[in-house]
């Protein structure tokens, strides 16, 4: 997205690593200035003075997009100071993925991917649920005495609220045990993605 920012014409790519779903992290979105009709990445500090907003944009340099490595500088330090509204300081801050409603959004949508399995369940719960209850409405709960007069449905309803109440006082669970493979399987990963992480975080910084 393209703003501007005094006279200078500011442009915010998404960077690639902040994801939607399953995010990785909070990374900060790519800042570049047109400077003689040229894009020139650079970062933003932003200040008050006097009780008037500023920013200043900083170290303006092409850089290689594969390699991330800078090219050339145009100005090393302070390139402007610019004064701004504060609507303008939090439209940056949020294309540039640093304001507060950033990490409130970045929070819920990693709680939900660390939980989406409870999601899932949940969901498919809440889906069944509503089949029950509209196929009852629509045929006059032909469904419900059906599952009222079969003698295995509510066996199997009754074992699964006895193994429900037994697992509020002493939990259990059907997964297997690890095992030696599982437990190298795992330390793979994880090596493999501290490595990821660590390759992210030279790319996307500044």
């Given at each position: 997205?393209?703003i501007?920012v005094?006279?200078?014409?500011?442009?915010?790519?998404?960077?690639?690593?902040?994801?939607?779903?399953?995010?990785?992290?909070?990374f900060?979105?790519?800042?570049?200035?047109n400077i003689?009709?040229?894009?020139?990445?650079?970062?933003i500090?932003?200040?008050?003075?006097n009780?008037?907003n500023y920013?200043?944009?900083?170290?303006?340099?092409?850089?290689n997009?594969h390699?991330s490595?800078i090219e050339?500088?145009h100005?090393?330090g302070?390139?402007?100071?610019?004064?701004?509204s504060?609507f303008k300081?939090?439209?940056l801050?949020?294309?540039?993925?640093?304001?507060?409603?950033n990490r409130?959004?970045?929070k819920i949508r990693?709680?939900?991917?660390e939980?989406?399995?409870?999601?899932y369940?949940?969901a498919?719960a809440?889906?069944?649920?509503g089949?029950?209850?509209t196929?009852?409405?629509?045929?006059?709960?032909?469904l419900?005495?059906?599952i009222?007069e079969n003698?295995?449905?509510?066996?199997i309803?009754?074992?699964l609220?006895?193994s429900?109440?037994?697992?509020?006082?002493?939990?259990?669970?059907?997964?297997?045990?690890?095992?030696?493979?599982d437990?190298?399987k795992?330390?793979?990963?994880v090596?493999e993605?501290?490595?990821?992480?660590?390759?992210?975080?030279?790319?996307?910084?500044?």
């Amino acid at each position: 997205m393209k703003i501007k920012v005094g006279k200078e014409t500011l442009r915010i790519t998404k960077n690639e690593y902040n994801r939607f779903w399953n995010p990785l992290g909070m990374f900060w979105n790519v800042t570049e200035v047109n400077i003689e009709n040229e894009w020139y990445w650079c970062g933003i500090k932003y200040f008050k003075k006097n009780n008037d907003n500023y920013i200043q944009i900083l170290n303006p340099r092409i850089v290689n997009k594969h390699t991330s490595v800078i090219e050339k500088f145009h100005t090393e330090g302070i390139y402007k100071e610019i004064k701004i509204s504060n609507f303008k300081i939090n439209l940056l801050k949020y294309l540039s993925n640093e304001h507060k409603i950033n990490r409130f959004s970045y929070k819920i949508r990693k709680n939900i991917s660390e939980r989406r399995n409870t999601v899932y369940v949940f969901a498919i719960a809440i889906i069944l649920s509503g089949i029950y209850y509209t196929l009852n409405e629509l045929n006059n709960n032909q469904l419900l005495n059906y599952i009222a007069e079969n003698n295995w449905i509510q066996t199997i309803i009754i074992f699964l609220t006895i193994s429900s109440f037994i697992n509020i006082f002493y939990p259990f669970t059907l997964k297997k045990q690890i095992e030696k493979n599982d437990i190298e399987k795992i330390s793979k990963d994880v090596l493999e993605e501290e490595k990821q992480n660590e390759e992210i975080r030279k790319r996307a910084s500044f």
